[in-house]
């Protein structure tokens, strides 16, 4: 099941093919080394489901499961907001499953916004030339001090100090005061004809599409250099 195989790698378990053991001419066993997707019994056994609900826990939601409803909300100080309801005709464990596959495609597209985001605030900061910082929530990751460019910023979540930003906490997508900073350096290095785009949506102040305009305008210029 494409399922059960969508579970194991959000639990990190190696899900391994029939080529996989010709190759290493070793006799399978299921076990940590990996398990074929026919072996896995995510929707068979509250053994193996119960794990993958407490991995979600971890993660900072609860889930609440009441004979075939189950409910996934997110768990922390800052919210508890539901994610996911779920009603279905069928036993708990398979209203579980259910509400398990779900919340991971979900879990997985945010995750994916997340990076896509970040590899673009980074492209917007890199652009802008901001002074680079070590990041104190992780100082393996750089921080951009953004103060003396960015209209106006909120720094009441900020952990770094005041107007250095992580990538991630950024809000070039959120934000005009943010994003016109940008626009304006696109317009001092744009050759003739390269900022129709951004103009187009910029004249009806669509924020979204000015947005991903001004993202593939420093991608493309950043060809040119």
Same mark, same amino acid.
Request: glycine share 2%; charged share 30%; aromatic share 12%.
């Given at each position: 099941?494409?399922?059960?195989?969508? *579970? @194991?790698?959000?639990?990190?378990?190696?899900?391994?093919?029939?080529? !996989?053991?010709?190759?290493?001419?070793? $006799?399978?066993?299921?076990?940590?080394?990996?398990?074929?997707?026919?072996? &896995?019994?995510?929707?068979?056994?509250?053994?193996?489901?119960?794990?993958?609900?407490?991995?979600?826990?971890?993660?900072?939601?609860?889930?609440?499961?009441?004979?075939?409803?189950?409910?996934?909300?997110?768990?922390? !100080?800052?919210?508890? #907001?539901?994610?996911?309801?779920?009603?279905?005709? /069928?036993?708990?464990?398979? %209203?579980?499953?259910?509400?398990? =596959?779900?919340?991971?495609?979900?879990?997985? @597209?945010?995750?994916?916004?997340?990076?896509?985001?970040?590899?673009?605030?980074?492209?917007? %900061?890199?652009?802008?030339?901001? $002074?680079?910082?070590?990041? =104190?929530?992780?100082?393996?990751?750089? @921080?951009?001090?953004?103060?003396?460019? *960015?209209?106006?910023?909120?720094?009441?979540?900020? #952990? +770094?100090?005041?107007? =250095?930003?992580?990538? #991630?906490?950024?809000?070039?997508? &959120?934000?005009?005061?943010? &994003?016109? $900073?940008?626009?304006?350096? /696109?317009?001092?290095? @744009?050759?003739?004809?390269?900022?129709?785009?951004?103009?187009?949506?910029?004249?009806? %102040?669509?924020?979204? $599409?000015?947005?991903?305009?001004?993202?593939?305008?420093? +991608?493309?210029?950043?060809?040119?250099?």
């Amino acid at each position: 099941m494409k399922s059960n195989k969508l *579970i @194991a790698k959000f639990m990190g378990v190696n899900v391994i093919t029939l080529d !996989d053991i010709r190759t290493n001419k070793n $006799p399978y066993i299921s076990s940590a080394d990996g398990y074929l997707e026919d072996d &896995l019994e995510y929707h068979l056994s509250w053994d193996w489901l119960m794990p993958v609900v407490e991995k979600i826990e971890s993660l900072g939601y609860e889930l609440i499961i009441a004979e075939s409803r189950c409910k996934i909300n997110h768990n922390t !100080d800052h919210s508890i #907001e539901e994610v996911l309801h779920l009603e279905l005709i /069928c036993s708990k464990r398979e %209203a579980t499953y259910q509400a398990v =596959v779900k919340f991971i495609n979900r879990y997985n @597209a945010e995750r994916r916004k997340d990076v896509a985001q970040y590899d673009n605030n980074k492209l917007i %900061a890199e652009f802008m030339e901001f $002074p680079t910082h070590t990041d =104190v929530v992780d100082d393996r990751t750089i @921080a951009y001090y953004v103060g003396e460019s *960015i209209i106006w910023t909120d720094n009441t979540e900020n #952990e +770094n100090d005041y107007d =250095v930003f992580h990538p #991630e906490d950024m809000q070039f997508h &959120l934000s005009w005061d943010w &994003l016109i $900073p940008v626009i304006h350096k /696109c317009f001092d290095v @744009a050759e003739d004809g390269d900022m129709d785009d951004i103009m187009h949506h910029l004249q009806v %102040a669509d924020r979204k $599409p000015t947005y991903r305009a001004v993202i593939e305008f420093i +991608n493309q210029y950043n060809k040119t250099k």
